[in-house]
T-cell receptor
Framework: QKEVEQDPGPLSVPEGAIVSLNCTYS??????FMWYRQYSRKGPELLMY????GNKEDGRFTAQVDKSSKYISLFIRDSQPSDSATYLC?????????????FGKGTHLIIQP | GAVVSQHPSRVICKSGTSVKIECRSL??????MFWYRQFPKKSLMLMAT?????????EQGVEKDKFLINHASLTLSTLTVTSAHPEDSSFYIC???????????FGPGTRLLVL
C-alpha cells in the first residue's frame, strides 16, 4: 500500500461547481497536512496548511482533516477556469517545514467555462 | 515573500556529463532546503535534505555520489547530477524551509533531459 493515495483524475466539472478533492494515507504519524496547486511544468504553490484534525477555510478553499479515518479533503467553492491545475496533497510528521514532505500523485482538475 | 528560484529552468545534456542546478531563497534565509524529483504522472519524491554547513541527508535509494548536494550559504543550495544517464531525465524541484513560515516553499523546477 502506498503511503499517500490520491486519485489522479482527470476531474472535470463546470464553472461554478463545488469541487471536492481528497487523499488517504497510511502513516498515523503524519500531523501536518498541506494542499499545493501545480500548473504544468511549474513548481507547487502552497494553498492550505493544517495541523491535526479539523477544518480550515481561506476564501473559496476549505481544507478538512480527519485523522481517525486518515482522510483529508480540499473543497473549492465557486470554481473558476483559472482553478484548472493539478492539486497535490502533502503531509509530514513535523511542522514548520522541518521534514521532507510526502506527496500524493496529484489530481488533475479541469474547470469547464 | 517566501520566493524560491531555480536555475536553469531547463537543461539538455549528453549522457556522461554533469549538470548543476541551483536553488535560491530570495527573501529569506533557509537553513534547510530539500530536493525532490518528479517523473511524469508520478508523485514528487524527496531525494535529500540539505542543511547549511553540513552534509546532506539522502533518502533510501538515492545515490549520494551521483547526486551531489552543496548548501554553502543560507540562500543557496546546489544539486549536481554527475555522469548523467537518460534515466536521470526528470523534473527536479527544490524547496526551502522558511523559518518564519509554516512549511516549505517550492522553486519553479528544472527540467533535465539527458540524451
Amino acid at each position: 500500500q502506498k503511503e499517500v493515495e490520491q486519485d489522479p483524475g482527470p476531474l472535470s466539472v463546470p464553472e461554478g461547481a463545488i469541487v471536492s478533492l481528497n487523499c488517504t494515507y497510511s502513516n498515523s504519524a503524519f500531523q501536518y497536512f498541506m494542499w499545493y496547486r501545480q500548473y504544468s511544468r511549474k513548481g507547487p504553490e502552497l494553498l492550505m496548511y493544517t495541523y491535526s484534525s479539523g477544518n480550515k477555510e481561506d476564501g473559496r478553499f476549505t481544507a478538512q482533516v480527519d485523522k481517525s479515518s486518515k482522510y483529508i479533503s480540499l473543497f473549492i467553492r465557486d470554481s473558476q477556469p483559472s482553478d484548472s491545475a493539478t492539486y497535490l496533497c502533502a503531509m509530514s510528521v513535523s511542522g514548520g517545514g522541518a521534514d521532507g514532505l510526502t506527496f500524493g500523485k496529484g489530481t488533475h482538475l479541469i474547470i469547464q467555462p | 515573500g517566501a520566493v524560491v528560484s531555480q536555475h536553469p529552468s531547463r537543461v539538455i545534456c549528453k549522457s556522461g556529463t554533469s549538470v548543476k542546478i541551483e536553488c535560491r531563497s530570495l527573501d529569506f534565509q533557509a537553513t534547510t532546503m530539500f530536493w525532490y524529483r518528479q517523473f511524469p504522472k508520478k508523485s514528487l519524491m524527496l531525494m535529500a535534505t540539505s542543511n547549511e554547513g553540513s552534509k546532506a541527508t539522502y533518502e533510501q535509494g538515492v545515490e549520494k555520489d551521483k547526486f551531489l548536494i552543496n548548501h554553502a550559504s543560507l540562500t543557496l543550495s546546489t544539486l549536481t547530477v554527475t555522469s548523467a544517464h537518460p534515466e536521470d531525465s526528470s523534473f527536479y524541484i527544490c524547496s526551502a524551509r522558511d523559518p518564519g513560515g509554516e512549511t516549505q516553499y517550492f522553486g519553479p523546477g528544472t527540467r533535465l533531459l539527458v540524451l
